[in-house]
C-alpha cells in the first residue's frame, strides 16, 4: 500500500513561498514513492467555528465528533484521516500563522473530547500519534531569528498536528521571504524542502 501524504496551505497567495515549498515537500514524496495531494484553503468553503461544542460531547466510534456546520471540512479532516503524513504551511502574519490557516486549525476541535461539566479543557481523542508531519512557515524576518522572536507560527502548526495524531519529524522556516514583491525560494530552499518529503516517506516506510 501507497503512502499517502497531503498538503495543506494557508497562503493567501498561490505559487509564492508557502504554496511552493508545501508542493515541494509533496514532491520529494512523490518521489519516494507516496501518493500526495495539495489542498489549499484559499479554494475551501470553511465556517467559523462558533464554539457550540457539539463535536466534543460524546464519545464516539472513530477519529472525530461530528461538526454542525456543512461545508468543506469534514472533506478535508477525511483526507486527513486517510493520509499517512501532513504537510501543514503558513506565512507568518502578525506573529501568528495566517486567518485563514486559523480558521481552519479551529474546526479541527471535532478531534478533541470535552463535555459539558466534566473537563477544563478538551482532550485529544487520538492518544497515540499514528502519523507524521512537516511544518513550513516563512517571513520577512531572517529565519534564525524568525524562529526565536516570533514562535508562533510553528508553535501553533505543531499543535495542530498534534492534534489530528501526526508527529511533527520536520519543521521549516524560511526568510527573509520579502526583500521584493517577486521573492521565490532558492533552490537551495527547495532541496531543503523536496529531501523533507523524501526523508518522511522512507521513516513511514521504515516503521511499517
Known amino acids: 500500500m501507497a503512502v499517502k501524504v497531503i498538503g495543506i496551505i494557508g497562503s493567501y497567495r498561490k505559487g509564492k513561498t508557502i504554496d511552493s515549498a508545501v508542493s515541494e515537500v509533496l514532491e520529494g514524496a512523490k518521489a519516494g514513492g507516496a501518493e500526495t495531494k495539495k489542498i489549499n484553503l484559499l479554494d475551501k468553503h470553511i465556517e467559523f467555528c462558533t464554539n457550540c461544542r457539539s463535536c466534543t460531547q460524546k464519545k464516539v466510534e472513530g ?84 524562529r526565536i522572536l516570533m514562535p508562533g507560527a510553528l508553535g501553533t502548526l505543531k499543535k495542530a498536528a498534534k492534534v489530528m495524531g501526526a508527529k511533527v519529524t520536520k519543521s521549516l522556516y524560511f526568510g527573509p521571504v520579502a526583500a521584493k514583491e517577486d521573492s521565490q525560494l532558492s533552490e537551495k530552499a527547495l532541496l531543503k524542502t523536496r529531501k523533507a518529503g523524501e526523508e518522511i516517506v522512507r521513516q513511514i516506510q521504515a516503521n511499517r
Do not use: Q
Request: charged fraction near 25%; include cysteine.
Open 63 to 146: 477519529r472525530r465528533g461530528k461538526c454542525v456546520h456543512n461545508d468543506d471540512m469534514d472533506g478535508i479532516m477525511t483526507e486527513i484521516d486517510d493520509a499517512d503524513a501532513v504537510v501543514l504551511g503558513s506565512p507568518v502574519n502578525f506573529g501568528t500563522v495566517t486567518a485563514l490557516m486559523k480558521r481552519f486549525i479551529e474546526r479541527l476541535i471535532p478531534y478533541g473530547y470535552w463535555p459539558w461539566g466534566e473537563a477544563l479543557a478538551p482532550v485529544n481523542r487520538i492518544v497515540k500519534a499514528d502519523k507524521k508531519a512537516v511544518i513550513v512557515a516563512s517571513s520577512a524576518c531572517p529565519a534564525f531569528l524568525g
